[in-house]
T-cell receptor, first 113, second 108 residues
Framework: DGGITQSPKYLFRKEGQNVTLSCEQN?????MYWYRQDPGQGLRLIYY???????QKGDIAEGYSVSREKKESFPLTVTSAQKNPTAFYLC????????????FGPGTRLTVL | DAKTTQPTSMDCAEGRAANLPCNHS???????VYWYRQIHSQGPQYIIH???NNETNEMASLIITEDRKSSTLILPHATLRDTAVYYC?????????FGTGTRLTIIP
């Protein structure tokens, strides 16, 4: 089945530790996105990548880093510089073309203790 | 960026049509309107999108006013599984900006 996978579903880390969230897609999509969602809020864009080896900051990139070494993978690192890292993180991808439908993964809920 | 305004919450009886309004008065001529929904603790799901004309697919219908300043998403026969947060989004370039959406509750 084609789709987007994010692992793990729940992640716990101690304050001050960096943590990397996984996002993999087998849809052959060019563009990939990372969003953050806080309780009762909409999604906010962290980073996005239109093509391998290229990515752009979204609206809330501070304290996060990404890489795009392979088309199917777009990992997100939450660094110790991120002041409030506890949140629900969602990865998405989209194919090129006019429809521009974003497909979302199931999300990772990160809790920093 | 074009902003959207949606009611915070709505109820609809099961089996009836759910009509979700959205205002986007600052939309530009080449910007599309997208609708997504998010069921609790899951990733958002694409529903439909449009530019000027009304659109229909297997999930819903999208009615866009002639001046494009507002739109309505119609779920023709709402079921309990349609309970979710519905986001109306104006796509700018290659990015979607999600607001807080409308929490739609389908009442049995």
């Amino acid at each position: 089945d084609g789709g987007i996978t994010q692992s793990p579903k729940y992640l716990f880390r101690k304050e001050g530790q960096n943590v990397t969230l996984s996002c993999e897609q087998n849809l052959n999509h060019d563009a990939m996105y990372w969003y953050r969602q806080d309780p009762g809020q909409g999604l906010r864009l962290i980073y996005y990548s239109q093509i391998v080896n290229d990515f752009q900051k979204g609206d809330i990139a501070e304290g996060y880093s990404v890489s795009r070494e392979k088309k199917e993978s777009f990992p997100l690192t939450v660094t110790s510089a991120q002041k409030n890292p506890t949140a629900f993180y969602l990865c998405a991808s989209t194919a090129s073309g006019s429809k521009y439908e974003q497909f979302f993964g199931p999300g990772t809920r990160l809790t920093v203790l | 960026d074009a902003k959207t305004t949606q009611p915070t919450s709505m109820d609809c009886a099961e089996g009836r049509a759910a009509n979700l309004p959205c205002n986007h008065s600052t939309i530009s001529g080449n910007e599309y309107v997208y609708w997504y929904r998010q069921i609790h603790s899951q990733g958002p799901q694409y529903i439909i999108h449009g530019l000027k004309n009304n659109e229909t697919n297997e999930m819903a219908s999208l009615i866009i006013t002639e001046d494009r300043k507002s739109s309505t998403l119609i779920l023709p026969h709402a079921t309990l599984r349609d309970t979710a947060v519905y986001y109306c989004i104006v796509r700018v370039d290659k990015k979607l900006t999600f607001g807080t959406g409308t929490r739609l509750t389908i009442i049995p």
